[in-house]
């Protein structure tokens, strides 16, 4: 026989609505991966403010705390009523920062033909490193700029039945562009697996000197989350983000709760 629920201690059923709050959190970021409402969040606070990044386990904590707060608005007058009460806080999330899935990037199959232009020389630097440069009238009369892309791991933490996903970001127009699993793969010799990606992105008018200030956010599981970014300074030759990914046995949405993300 149940007790009257008029008798059910107050602190029963705060304790009752933290922990819906929290399973619902974990239950956010485990299934929903990038589109996670918490993440959204997370990104949307982290574009507010100045100099202070909140990550996402900070505010997956703060939502827990809210959860116990929605009893005063609400009164649950059970245990029962609190769980439900403190797992619905994730309903108001995603409500408030819906996910705006972003376009995927435009791959180019070929960087030296196939839609790109042929570069008109290389340029070398440092190391032996050489970078095919483009014809700057061109460039800036197209308002475009090369980029390549490459993600690079040992492949002995490679799972075949992984799915890469990504992000690529341009700080001054705000745009955003998601990355499949759909690039040029190759391996090395020295057990590497890779993926290319090549594409344009338009450049902007100069902000502090640069035309495109990019950032790439890669995750696969078995690996840390990996991370580049690339300031365009200069146009005419093609911009190269490298992002190097170590194995890791951390699961991908535990990586994310010690995230900032910001895009």
Excluded: C
């Amino acid at each position: 026989m149940s007790e009257p629920i008029e008798d059910r201690p107050a602190a029963a059923v705060a304790l009752s609505s933290a922990i819906g709050g929290l399973i619902a959190v974990l239950a956010d970021l485990v299934q929903k991966e990038q589109a996670s409402a918490i993440v959204q969040l997370t990104t949307v606070i982290n574009q507010f403010s100045e100099g202070f990044a909140v990550p996402v386990g900070g505010v997956g904590l703060l939502l827990v705390v809210l959860a116990v707060g929605m009893n005063f608005v609400l009164q649950p007058r059970n245990r029962l009523a609190g769980f439900y009460t403190g797992a619905s806080i994730i309903t108001v999330v995603m409500t408030g920062v819906p996910y705006d899935r972003p376009p995927p990037i435009d791959v180019i199959e070929d960087l030296s033909g196939g839609g790109m232009e042929q570069p008109a020389a290389f340029q070398t630097y440092p190391h032996g490193i050489r970078k095919p440069v483009y014809p700057v009238e061109k460039v800036q009369q197209d308002g475009r700029i090369p980029v390549v892309v490459t993600i690079s791991g040992p492949a002995d933490a490679w799972d075949p039945d992984a799915v890469l996903t990504g992000k690529l970001h341009e700080k001054i127009s705000g745009r955003t562009w998601e990355l499949h699993q759909n690039a040029a793969t190759r391996r090395s010799a020295d057990g590497d697996v890779s993926f290319v990606y090549r594409f344009y992105v338009d450049a902007n008018e100069r902000v502090n000197g640069a035309y495109a200030y990019l950032y790439v956010r890669v995750e696969v599981p078995g690996y840390g989350i990996g991370k580049a970014k690339q300031e365009v300074r200069r146009l005419g030759e093609t911009v190269e983000l490298n992002v190097r990914l170590r194995p890791s046995a951390v699961p991908i949405w535990l990586q994310r709760t010690m995230e900032s993300p910001d895009f």
